[in-house]
């Protein structure tokens, strides 16, 4: 079955800096789908980035990047000009792209911005 | 463009109690999918419906329920409410089964 682990359950960044998240997982698949997560205290997920397995290029949006590593199995998040409303926890995500309806999710790492 | 609501926000009931959870999906998706997030952990999947139809389950008992109406809005219910019941729940829609999938806000379930 496929697993994904955060390894860091805090993470602490000053603001306007840069902060990385890490994410791995397990899989013997070689198709799938790999997301980002971000939940405020609102408790609301919101979707930061998606990346393809397929797709060599490095998914970007705006701040928010991943450096993705399909032969080691890694999968991180860096948040550039890090912003007071980007502190929340963040979670990374697995989906098959033949099991499409069952998306396995990391503990989260919590993340707090320093003014 | 609304997106994904649930009802209620917050729910208390005694153990062995049932409850039943909404969903309004986004307009134009046809898939949802609910999930249970314990405190301090990840979301885990209860289950998938597609079209009106169940399309996958997690590790969840019978008891756990669903359905999804012509609108593509959908119900969780759960029966012989258990203290680890107690979660917050998630629904989430996508235009697609193979799709990305957008959260709505959750139901706070508190079982005493």
């Known amino acids: 079955a496929q697993t994904v682990t955060q390894s860091q359950p805090e993470m602490s960044v000053q603001e306007a800096e840069t902060v990385t998240l890490s994410c791995t997982y397990d899989t013997s698949e070689s198709d799938y789908y790999l997301f980002w997560y971000k939940q405020p205290p609102s408790r609301q997920m919101i979707l930061v980035i998606r990346?393809?397995?397929?797709?060599?290029q490095n998914a970007t949006e705006n701040r928010f990047s991943v450096n993705f590593q399909k032969a080691a199995k890694s999968f991180s998040l860096k948040i550039s000009d890090s912003q007071l409303g980007d502190a929340a926890m963040y979670f990374c995500?697995?989906?098959?792209?033949?099991?499409?309806?069952?998306?396995?999710f990391g503990a989260g790492t919590r993340l707090t911005v320093k003014p | 463009e609304t997106g994904v609501t649930q009802s209620p926000t917050h729910l208390i009931k005694t153990r062995g109690q049932q409850v039943t959870l909404r969903c309004s999906s986004q307009?134009?998706?046809?898939?949802v999918s609910w999930y249970q997030q314990a405190l301090g952990q990840g979301p885990q999947f209860i289950f998938q419906?597609?079209?009106?139809?169940?399309?996958g389950r997690g590790n969840f008992p019978p008891r756990f329920s669903g359905l999804q109406f012509p609108n593509y809005s959908s119900e969780l219910n759960v029966n012989a409410l258990e203290l680890d019941d107690s979660a917050l729940y998630l629904c989430?829609?996508?235009?697609?089964?193979?799709?990305?999938?957008?959260f709505g806000p959750g139901t706070r379930l508190t079982v005493l």
């Open positions: 419906y597609y079209r009106e139809e169940e399309n």
């Open positions: 989430a829609s996508s235009p697609r089964r193979a799709d990305t999938q957008y």
């Open positions: 995500a697995y989906r098959s792209a033949d099991n499409n309806n069952d998306m396995r």
């Open positions: 307009s134009g998706h046809n898939t």
């Open positions: 990346q393809e397995a397929y797709k060599q």
